[in-house]
């Protein structure tokens, strides 16, 4: 049954630029990794950032290259069944880890996640680079799920990255990359259909990275929005040197486990981006 579920979220992410894949994860992942989270945020990293602003409600946390320093991070990224199913719908011969992000939107959090498309903040080109996004609690559209502009990675556009909140540092890295502005939300809404997926624990949502995608805030009073968004990369991705990528962050690059000098169009191996 799960080789059909991957069989038609292969379609659809190809077609729509996102799916969804049903009872990926069992119990077993979820508690472990939902006590792992909550290691991670009661001692941010130096990488972590708070998009919420002092004295808002709730709270908008997140953090990079979280594998590098949790154990149970890590062995979700590469031992769990979350790269066979990455490289089962790349279909490609080899499939490496790129990064982990963890995005946690507590209850009566207002902070929404902009429109966006994921591949202009990153050090990489190819077809075959994919997210995962895994949900630790239900989500439902008050609680902050991901709505994707259906086919939008297919038009051909490589949109100006948006920091998610002004205090986050990255702005300014962003604006050396001189990139076409994104649409407004009006125009995005007025030509996508808008793809939004209701989620449980143990689903895994897969989108394109040049898939346009944002999040409301999280307003429901008592349900939190936990969540880690896991990159592969598979047989075609290479390095790309353009300027302002977030690995030019001095806070992610100090967390790293080794320097970043591939030239541009190389393979990324090494420490930093294990075989899966």
Same mark, same amino acid.
């Given at each position: 049954?799960i080789?059909?579920?991957?069989?038609?979220?292969?379609?659809?992410y190809?077609?729509?630029?996102a799916?969804v894949?049903?009872?990926?994860l069992?119990?077993g992942?979820?508690e472990?990794?939902?006590?792992?989270?909550e290691?991670?945020?009661?001692?941010?990293s130096?990488?972590?950032?708070?998009?919420?602003?002092?004295?808002?409600?709730?709270?908008?946390?997140g953090d990079?290259?979280?594998?590098?320093?949790?154990a *149970?991070f890590r !062995?979700? &990224?590469?031992e769990?069944p +979350? =790269?066979?199913? #990455?490289?089962?719908l790349?279909?490609?011969?080899?499939?490496?880890?790129?990064?982990d992000?963890?995005?946690?939107?507590?209850?009566?959090?207002?902070?929404?996640?902009?429109?966006?498309?994921?591949?202009?903040?990153?050090?990489?080109?190819?077809e075959?680079?994919?997210?995962?996004?895994v949900?630790?609690d239900?989500?439902?559209?008050?609680?902050?799920?991901?709505q994707?502009?259906?086919?939008?990675?297919a038009?051909g556009?490589?949109?100006?990255p948006?920091?998610f909140?002004?205090?986050?540092?990255?702005? *300014?890295?962003? !604006?050396? &990359?001189?990139?076409?502005? +994104? =649409?407004?939300? #009006?125009?995005?809404?007025?030509?996508?259909?808008?793809?939004?997926?209701?989620?449980?624990?143990?689903?895994v949502v897969v989108?394109?990275p040049l898939?346009?995608?944002y999040?409301?805030g999280?307003?429901s009073?008592?349900?939190?929005?936990?969540?880690?968004?896991?990159?592969?990369?598979?047989d075609?991705?290479?390095?790309?040197a353009?300027?302002?990528?977030?690995?030019?962050k001095?806070?992610?690059?100090t967390?790293?486990l080794?320097?970043?000098?591939?030239?541009?169009?190389a393979?990324?191996d090494?420490?930093?981006?294990?075989?899966?």
């Open positions: 049954m080789d059909d579920s991957i069989a038609t979220a292969r379609i659809a190809r077609r729509d630029g799916a894949i049903r009872d990926v069992d119990t992942w979820i472990r990794m939902r006590a792992a989270v290691r991670v945020i009661s001692a941010p130096a990488s972590a950032v708070e998009y919420t602003p002092g004295g808002a409600p709730g709270r908008y946390v990079f290259f979280v594998w590098m320093r949790d *149970d !062995a979700l &990224m590469l769990s +979350l =790269p066979a199913l #990455a490289q089962s790349m279909q490609s011969q080899e499939t490496r880890l790129f990064y992000q963890l995005l946690v939107k507590e209850p009566g959090t207002r902070e929404e996640t902009p429109w966006h498309q994921d591949l202009p903040y990153w050090p990489v080109k190819g075959d680079v994919l997210s995962l996004w949900p630790l239900p989500v439902r559209l008050e609680t902050g799920a991901v994707y502009a259906r086919g939008s990675h038009e556009h490589f949109y100006a948006r920091a909140s002004a205090g986050s540092g990255f702005a *300014d890295l962003y !604006a050396r &990359m001189n990139l076409e502005p +994104l =649409p407004s939300e #009006a125009e995005i809404r007025d030509r996508h259909e808008i793809l939004c997926f209701e989620t449980q624990p143990g689903d989108h394109h898939a346009l995608h999040s409301a999280n307003l009073p008592t349900v939190r929005r936990r969540a880690i968004a896991i990159r592969y990369l598979g075609d991705a290479r390095w790309d353009r300027p302002g990528t977030f690995v030019e001095e806070s992610i690059r967390g790293l080794a320097p970043l000098d591939f030239a541009d169009g393979r990324l090494g420490p930093n981006f294990p075989r899966c």
